[in-house]
């Protein structure tokens, strides 16, 4: 049986659904939709990108007000890697949209990755662990795809 919510589920998938549709957009639509639909995926990617990040400032909350553990990643470096997704978030955003694209796409593999190693900290179980980390791969791996698919049409449709 899965430890995750149904609630819980169902909106992480939901959140799939403008990544899925402004890709689409962005190869089917006519001029300027489509341009439209790329800037509007950068800024959900960007979105999505920082709250990723956040989450870890979300979890650490608790241990603000105690003292130290002694754990470098959760007095120091949970707090710093909170922020580093919404900073690189808001560069891609300024950037030619399909170089922002794949920065977001880069940035979301590269959360996933160092998440997998640090969820330790904010999870009751292992079991639950597993099931969230089992969903964060489709859900990121299927924006990422979103995200590399747009920017490619981009590069390789303009006239």
Not at 26 to 55: H, K
């Amino acid at each position: 049986m899965n430890p995750l919510p149904p609630l819980l589920r169902k909106l992480a998938y939901a959140g799939l659904i403008p990544f899925i549709g402004l890709a689409l957009m962005v190869q089917l639509a006519p001029t300027p939709v489509n341009y439209l639909s790329a800037e509007s995926l950068a800024g959900y990617g960007a979105i999505i990108t920082s709250f990723m990040g956040a989450i870890h400032w979300g979890a650490n909350l608790h241990s603000l007000g105690k003292p130290l553990s002694g754990d470098r990643w959760v007095d120091r470096n949970a707090w710093i890697w909170g922020v580093i997704p919404a900073l690189v978030s808001w560069v891609a955003l300024h950037i030619y949209i399909p170089v922002g694209l794949l920065i977001l796409a880069a940035t979301l593999v590269i959360q996933r990755n160092i998440d997998q190693n640090t969820y330790c900290y904010y999870f009751g179980s292992d079991e639950a662990r597993l099931a969230f980390m089992t969903m964060r791969k489709h859900l990121t791996y299927t924006s990422v795809v979103c995200l590399v698919w747009a920017a490619l049409v981009i590069l390789f449709t303009q006239a």
